[in-house]
C-alpha cells in the first residue's frame, strides 16, 4: 500500500474506454504512437503539465438510494444523543425506510443519479449501491431493480449489493426470525433469480442481526450468486469479522471494533477491510484500527459509506483526510486504499483501481502539485477533469 509505482512526466493512451498504454512521455512517440489507428479520428489530447493523474475513486461501501432525510438526528447528536439512542427511538435506519417505501422507484432513481453526477465531479468513477431501505418484498425489489437499471443506463461503474438484512422492519419486532425467514425465503432467490446483485451484505449488529442469522443469510447469498460482505464490529464487537473470514466474505466493513482475534481471521481469509473514516468522524465513536490492520498484512481500502443517518458525505477525498489524521494512515496508503483496494473489495481490481494498461480508462486530472495534496489540502475540490471509460467528463 506504501507503493505507489510513480511516473513523472508520464503520459497515458486511452483507446477504447480502456487504457492502451502509459510510460515516461521519454518513450511516448515510439510505443505509444504506434498502437494510434492509421488514421485516428476523435483522439483528444489533453496536457496536464504540472498536475497530477490518479485512478478514479472506487467508493466500494454506500447507502446512496434513499429518500427523506435526517437532519434531525445529526441535532440531536449535536445535542448529545447517540446514534444507538435515536434507533431507539424509532429513528435511524427506519426513520429513512419509511420515506423509501412511499418513494417510487423513478424518484429514488432521480435523486441517486443526481448524487452520482456529483460523485463523478468529485473523483470517484465506481459505486457500490445498496438496497436495505425497502425491508418489506416489494419495496427491496423496486431499490434493486432502480440500482440494477442505473446500472445499466449510466456510464458511471455501479455495482449493487442486497442488504434485506439491514434491520429488522417495525411489522416483525416481536418475530424478530420471520424476517430473515423473509429475507431468505422469498427475497434472496427473487433477487437471485434475476441476477440483480453482486454481493449480499448484512448489519450483523446487536439489535440487529445476530452471528447465526447473518450466517444463514450470508450463506443463502452466496447459493444464488452473490458474494457475502459484513457489516462488521461497528458498535459492539460480535465477531462479525470472523464471520467474514468464515463465510468468505469480499469485504468486513467498518471495523471499529475488530479484535485481534478477528483481523487475524480476515488476513487468513483474504478479507479486505473497508473502513468507512467518514462514520467514526460523523458519529465521533472512535475508529477502526487501521495500522493494526495493515502491519498484520490486511488489504485495507476506505469508501464513504455515504447515507442520509451515519455519514452524509461521499468526498474520498475527505475520507483520505481523515484516514490520515485520525486513523494514522500514510497519504499513499490513503490513495491505495480509495482507488485499488476499494476495487479489490468490489472483486473489480482486474479492470479498475489503477492506472495499467488493459483496465478501465477511470482516471484523475488534478491540479496540485503533489498528489499528497488530494488528503492534505482538504475541503475543496482539486479536480479538473474526471476520465471515465476514456471518456472526458466536463464539468
Ligand atoms: O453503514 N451500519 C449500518 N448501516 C449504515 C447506516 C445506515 C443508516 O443509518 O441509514 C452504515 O453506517
Ligand atoms: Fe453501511
Known amino acids: 500500500m506504501r507503493e505507489l509505482g510513480i511516473v513523472d512526466n508520464a503520459g497515458v493512451l486511452c483507446l477504447e474506454g480502456k487504457i492502451a498504454w502509459v510510460g515516461p512521455m521519454s ?11 492509421p488514421r485516428a479520428q476523435g483522439i483528444e489530447e489533453f496536457d496536464a503539465a504540472g498536475m497530477v493523474v490518479v485512478p478514479g475513486f472506487v467508493d466500494s461501501h454506500t447507502h446512496m438510494m434513499f429518500a427523506g432525510d435526517r437532519a434531525h438526528e445529526f441535532a440531536l447528536r449535536s445535542a448529545g444523543a447517540t446514534y444507538q439512542d435515536i434507533a431507539r427511538q424509532g429513528g435511524g435506519i427506519l426513520n429513512t425506510v419509511l420515506h423509501v417505501r412511499s418513494a417510487s422507484k423513478k424518484e429514488l432513481k432521480r435523486s441517486t443519479l443526481r448524487y452520482m453526477n456529483e460523485m463523478m465531479k468529485q473523483g470517484t468513477t465506481t459505486v457500490e449501491i445498496k438496497t436495505g431501505y425497502g425491508l418489506t418484498l416489494d419495496a427491496e425489489i423496486k431499490m434493486m431493480e432502480a440500482i440494477h437499471e442505473l446500472k445499466e443506463e449510466e456510464m458511471m461503474g455501479v455495482v449493487a449489493t442486497f442488504i434485506g438484512a439491514h434491520a429488522v422492519p417495525p411489522e416483525f419486532t416481536e418475530d424478530r426470525a420471520a424476517y430473515a425467514e423473509l429475507v431468505i425465503g422469498q427475497m434472496i432467490p427473487y433477487i437471485g433469480k434475476r441476477n440483480l446483485a453482486q454481493f449480499c451484505d448484512v ?11 447473518s450466517r444463514r443469510i450470508l450463506e443463502a447469498g452466496k ?43 480476515m488476513r487468513d481469509a483474504g478479507v479486505v477491510a473497508t473502513l468507512l473514516p ?11 484500527p487501521a495500522r493494526a490492520l495493515i502491519d498484520a498484512g490486511v488489504p485495507v481500502a476506505i469508501a464513504s459509506d455515504f447515507n442520509p443517518g451515519s455519514c452524509m458525505s461521499f ?22 486504499a480509495a482507488t485499488l483496494n476499494g476495487a479489490a473489495a468490489l472483486r473489480l481490481s482486474a479492470t479498475c483501481g ?39 467528463l466536463e464539468f
Not at 518513450?27 to 489507428?37: D, G, V, Y
Request: aromatic share 8%; proline share 4%.
Open 223 to 265: 447459493a444464488w450468486g452473490m458474494m457475502p460482505k459484513v457489516h462488521a464490529e461497528e458498535l459492539t464487537s460480535l465477531g462479525g469479522a470472523k464471520l467474514a473470514a468464515q463465510v468468505g466474505a469480499a469485504s468486513a466493513d467498518h471495523l471499529e471494533r475488530v479484535d485481534d482475534a478477528g483481523i487475524a481471521a
Open 203 to 213: 448489519f450483523c449488529e446487536q439489535g440487529y442481526f445476530d452471528l447465526d442469522s
Open 27 to 37: 518513450e511516448w512517440t515510439s510505443r505509444a504512437n504506434r498502437m494510434l489507428p
Open 315 to 336: 468526498s474520498m477525498p475527505l475520507m483520505m483526510t481523515i484516514a490520515c489524521t485520525q486513523m494514522r494512515m500514510s497519504p499513499e496508503e490513503a490513495l491505495c
Open 354 to 392: 489503477s492506472i495499467e494498461v488493459g483496465k478501465n480508462a477511470d482516471l484523475l486530472v488534478a491540479d496540485v502539485p503533489d498528489y499528497t495534496h488530494l488528503a492534505y489540502h482538504f475541503g475543496m475540490n482539486h479536480l479538473v477533469k474526471t476520465i471515465k471509460n476514456g471518456t472526458i
Open 278 to 288: 467518514g462514520v467514526s468522524f460523523f458519529l465521533n465513536h472512535g475508529y477502526a
